[in-house]
């Protein structure tokens, strides 16, 4: 089992930054307000919170454990498209995968690489889409479901 002493500092910061990324290429793909990006802000830090307790390796304990005490949801730079967020956010799930594949151990890569899926998936059914006050639109809507596609495509994660 692989711990955060097994890490350099910059892949320990590749980790840290996975599960924020799944969540900000859902959010890049169809963003939803204030509102709805608060709340798909909360499903992320939710995740992270329950993966401290509730994770199996101790890989995943650690990250989530050292993200809770210095959580931050990463701001796009002034003027970067949705389609330059979501190419950097996929960039860094890309080079998250295959440090996981490199370092660590096969149990742990099956766990955190689903965990960063659920992160997508949780973040687009956090708010509904289109609609007004509530009510229509849509739960996740197609560009949310293909941003999903495109994270779990990336971490090699059946669709």
Same mark, same amino acid.
């Given at each position: 089992?692989? %711990? &955060?002493a097994?890490y350099? /500092?910059?892949?320990w910061?590749?980790?840290?930054? @996975? !599960?924020?990324? #799944?969540?900000?290429?859902?959010?890049a793909a169809?963003?939803?307000?204030?509102?709805?990006m608060?709340?798909e802000s909360?499903a992320m830090g939710?995740?992270i919170?329950?993966?401290?307790?509730?994770? &199996?390796t101790r890989?995943? +304990?650690?990250?989530?454990?050292?993200? +809770? $005490?210095?959580?931050?949801i !990463? *701001?796009? !730079?002034?003027?970067?498209? !949705?389609k330059a967020?979501q190419?950097? /956010?996929?960039?860094i799930l %890309?080079r998250?995968s295959e440090l996981l594949e *490199?370092k660590a151990t096969p149990e742990?890569? /099956?766990?955190?690489?689903p965990w960063?899926?659920?992160i997508?998936?949780? $973040?687009a059914? @956090?708010a +509904?889409?289109?609609? =007004?006050?509530? =009510?229509?639109?849509?739960?996740?809507?197609?560009e949310e *479901? @293909? #941003?999903?596609a %495109?994270v779990?495509s $990336?971490?090699?994660?059946?669709?």
């Amino acid at each position: 089992m692989s %711990r &955060k002493a097994d890490y350099s /500092a910059e892949e320990w910061d590749l980790l840290r930054a @996975a !599960p924020m990324m #799944a969540g900000m290429l859902v959010v890049a793909a169809s963003p939803s307000g204030p509102l709805g990006m608060m709340q798909e802000s909360a499903a992320m830090g939710r995740m992270i919170l329950e993966a401290a307790g509730s994770g &199996k390796t101790r890989l995943l +304990k650690e990250l989530a454990e050292d993200m +809770k $005490t210095s959580m931050s949801i !990463p *701001k796009a !730079p002034p003027g970067a498209s !949705p389609k330059a967020v979501q190419d950097a /956010a996929t960039e860094i799930l %890309r080079r998250t995968s295959e440090l996981l594949e *490199k370092k660590a151990t096969p149990e742990e890569a /099956a766990e955190l690489k689903p965990w960063l899926g659920t992160i997508a998936q949780q $973040t687009a059914e @956090a708010a +509904k889409e289109g609609g =007004f006050l509530g =009510f229509g639109g849509t739960l996740v809507s197609e560009e949310e *479901k @293909a #941003a999903i596609a %495109r994270v779990n495509s $990336t971490l090699g994660l059946a669709a």
